[in-house]
């Protein structure tokens, strides 16, 4: 769209030649957010997993329940499903981290059930594999990082495109977000306390 030679930049500009071009903000902090998400191995590696849990569940409708209702269908209560992670839009990102960090514990109890109780062969080797995965220390800690990078970003995300945004205060809010993400890589260890809640439950070492 914002093209210079046949874009909508280059359509007003055949209008009215003295109009500024100004870039899209929130389209630029998506994108800064996409490219962090792909400016490391490791990181590349934590969102494919991430997406590999979802379509593992979301693959089959049988897993798909047993995950969203436990064992007992009759009396369970519908918990938080998991989301599909989208590699050009930063809140469907945050959407799939944090739905697994909300279910994380639930997503080991099941893969658990269904590597004891599947009588499918390649289900049961992909239930071990994802497990193996996804209690892996590197793993929760880079689980408890992302969301929390993710969710800093939500409230400047939310204001620049909002349709009575309020310039000032969108520029109160990048700053802050700034400060946020500053102070969260300076104390990086500190941030490691996050992950100790899912370690804990699932009886893990701490994520130190």
């Not at 903000?25 to 490791?42: G, I």
């Not at 799939?96 to 080991?108: G, I, M, N, P, T």
């Amino acid at each position: 769209m914002s093209g210079t030679y046949s874009g909508l930049q280059k359509r007003i500009n055949d209008i009215v030649p003295n109009a500024m071009y100004v870039h899209c903000c929130a389209h630029n902090l998506n994108l800064v957010v996409c490219d962090a998400a792909k400016s490391s191995d490791k990181a590349m590696r934590f969102f494919e997993t991430v997406q590999f849990v979802f379509n593992f569940f979301g693959g089959s409708a049988p897993r798909w329940a047993l995950l969203a209702l436990g064992e007992d269908n009759s009396t369970a209560v519908r918990k938080k499903v998991l989301k599909k992670v989208c590699a050009t839009r930063r809140e469907a990102r945050h959407n799939a981290v944090f739905a697994l960090k909300e279910r994380f514990v639930d997503v080991l109890k099941t893969l658990t059930v269904i590597s004891l109780t599947s009588k499918k062969n390649e289900e049961i080797v992909q239930s071990k594999y994802l497990q193996k995965k996804i209690e892996n220390i590197e793993f929760i800690l880079l689980l408890c990082v992302w969301e929390n990078i993710l969710r800093s970003v939500q409230p400047v995300s939310k204001c620049l495109q909002s349709n009575d945004i309020n310039i000032q205060n969108a520029c109160n809010l990048l700053k802050q977000t700034i400060g946020t993400l500053e102070n969260l890589r300076e104390k990086l260890l500190s941030v490691t306390l996050f992950s100790t809640d899912p370690c804990r439950n699932r009886n893990l070492s701490k994520c130190t």
